[in-house]
């Protein structure tokens, strides 16, 4: 005789590809001290359980009311070393939708969907963004840069650890591609997808293969104080760029699909 057994969970993560956006399938080592995590085969990360929510977690239809999520932190680690290690702040328990139940004589239920496809909700994993390791592959028709990024005035070059940088256009400062420096102050950014231009010189061709960029690097000087082994968060960095504790480094480029560029960003630390 088979047992049923219910559980509800509080939430789930999934990690995506920075280049791409697509879910990084196969899993990562995920730690968070108190929080009880397992991934499932398409790479979705269950938050089953974490310090004060055990009445939620033992029965499906919890006596208590649905609590308010807290924040709380993941360390991702990738074994097999295609993605950079990170950590990340992810929110449980996620809220769960009231189902109604379909209309009278219809075999669909569009308010049924469109609850289960609220973001907000425990049926629709948080993605975290994990970024690629400076030698990892990358498309054929990408345009790719391989940047260094390094401490100035420094003989011989030092790099400098887990800055953030991002590849804006210039036509309109949308953000290509984001990407984050090793332990060495190696990074790659990657931009998929780059197809001929509208040229806006008002001169010349109609339309142009390459286009203006700008790569700019991001470095918190306090991490030079951590310990080794040191695991970062981008978020920290991406969440408040117009901090004035960051420092940074530009430089203007043109881009073109399967094009790859070395670059050297020296910072002032």
Same mark, same amino acid.
């Given at each position: 005789?088979?047992?049923?057994?219910?559980?509800?969970?509080?939430?789930?993560? /999934?990690?995506?590809?920075?280049?791409? &956006?697509?879910?990084?399938? !196969?899993?990562?080592?995920?730690?968070?001290?108190?929080?009880?995590?397992?991934?499932?085969?398409?790479?979705?990360?269950?938050?089953?359980?974490?310090?004060?929510?055990?009445? &939620?977690? #033992?029965?499906?239809?919890?006596?208590?009311?649905?609590?308010?999520?807290? @924040?709380?932190? /993941?360390?991702?680690?990738?074994?097999?070393?295609? !993605?950079?290690?990170?950590?990340?702040?992810?929110?449980?328990?996620?809220?769960?939708?009231?189902?109604?139940?379909?209309?009278?004589? @219809?075999?669909?239920?569009?308010?049924?969907?469109?609850?289960?496809?609220?973001?907000?909700?425990?049926?629709?994993?948080?993605?975290?963004?994990? !970024?690629?390791?400076?030698?990892? =592959?990358?498309?054929?028709?990408?345009?790719?840069?391989?940047? @260094?990024?390094?401490?100035?005035?420094?003989?011989?070059? &030092?790099?400098?650890?887990?800055?953030?940088?991002?590849?804006?256009?210039?036509?309109?400062?949308?953000?290509?591609?984001?990407?984050? @420096?090793?332990?060495? #102050?190696?990074?790659?950014?990657? /931009?998929? #997808?780059?197809?001929?231009?509208?040229?806006?010189?008002?001169?010349?061709?109609?339309?142009?293969?390459?286009?203006?960029?700008?790569?700019?690097? !991001?470095?918190?000087?306090?991490?030079?104080? &951590?310990?080794?082994?040191?695991?970062?968060?981008?978020?920290?960095?991406?969440?408040?760029? =117009?901090?004035?504790?960051?420092?940074? =480094?530009?430089q203007v480029l043109q881009l073109s699909a399967g094009q790859q560029l070395p670059l050297s960003l020296a910072i002032s630390v």
């Amino acid at each position: 005789m088979n047992e049923q057994v219910d559980r509800r969970i509080l939430g789930a993560f /999934v990690c995506v590809d920075s280049v791409t &956006q697509e879910s990084v399938t !196969y899993p990562m080592q995920a730690a968070a001290p108190h929080w009880a995590l397992k991934p499932n085969r398409s790479g979705i990360y269950v938050i089953f359980n974490g310090p004060g929510f055990s009445a &939620q977690t #033992g029965q499906f239809l919890p006596a208590t009311p649905w609590p308010s999520p807290v @924040s709380f932190e /993941v360390t991702l680690q990738d074994p097999n070393r295609r !993605y950079l290690p990170r950590r990340a702040n992810v929110q449980a328990p996620q809220s769960v939708p009231d189902i109604p139940p379909p209309p009278a004589g @219809s075999s669909t239920n569009p308010a049924a969907l469109a609850a289960l496809q609220n973001p907000a909700t425990v049926f629709d994993p948080q993605r975290v963004a994990v !970024y690629r390791t400076p030698s990892a =592959a990358v498309g054929p028709n990408w345009a790719s840069i391989h940047a @260094s990024v390094t401490r100035l005035g420094s003989a011989p070059a &030092q790099g400098l650890p887990w800055a953030v940088l991002r590849v804006t256009r210039n036509s309109d400062s949308s953000v290509l591609a984001v990407g984050v @420096s090793d332990a060495s #102050g190696e990074a790659l950014l990657a /931009v998929p #997808g780059l197809t001929l231009q509208a040229s806006n010189s008002g001169v010349g061709p109609v339309t142009v293969s390459t286009v203006a960029v700008t790569v700019t690097a !991001y470095f918190d000087p306090a991490i030079l104080t &951590q310990l080794p082994g040191w695991i970062p968060n981008p978020d920290d960095v991406l969440g408040n760029l =117009a901090n004035p504790a960051l420092k940074s =480094a530009s430089q203007v480029l043109q881009l073109s699909a399967g094009q790859q560029l070395p670059l050297s960003l020296a910072i002032s630390v």
